[in-house]
């Protein structure tokens, strides 16, 4: 079993920047894909960030490619997200997720963190 705590979230201007943390305890946290997925309200929660257990490979969305960056230590059991050049329409909640495959479907992923606003205002 994995427990995943978010943190870093918050209230920012267009343009500017936040770090989301993802710690997670409980598991072998090496061998695990992880992924950020967001959630607007009246939306369906959508793909943001993937990498793999090792971290050698990453994959983000196109609406954050070039903006945001996934990262992970694995000796520290924690996960990132940069994200820059941040937009009103980045504005939901984060949710930090873990899974045996390296997937941008969030069925895909079996533990789930409860999540962590952004709000970015115009």
């Known amino acids: 079993q994995v427990q995943l705590v978010e943190s870093g979230g918050g209230l920012v201007q267009a343009g500017g920047s936040l770090r989301l943390s993802c710690a997670a305890s409980?598991?072998?946290?090496?061998?695990?894909?992880m992924g950020w997925f967001r959630q607007a309200p009246g939306k369906e929660r959508e793909f943001v960030a993937r990498?793999?257990?090792?971290?050698?490979?990453?994959g983000y969305a196109d609406s954050v490619k070039g903006r945001f960056t996934i990262s992970r230590d694995n000796a520290k059991n924690t996960m990132n997200l940069q994200m820059n050049s941040l937009k009103p329409e980045d504005t939901a909640v984060y949710y930090c997720?873990?899974?045996?495959?390296?997937?941008?479907?969030?069925?895909?992923?079996?533990?789930w963190g409860l999540g962590t606003q952004v709000t970015v205002s115009s």
């Open positions: 997720a873990a899974g045996l495959a390296y997937s941008t479907s969030p069925d895909r992923y079996d533990y």
């Open positions: 409980g598991g072998t946290f090496s061998s695990i894909a």
């Open positions: 990498i793999s257990p090792s971290g050698a490979l990453t």
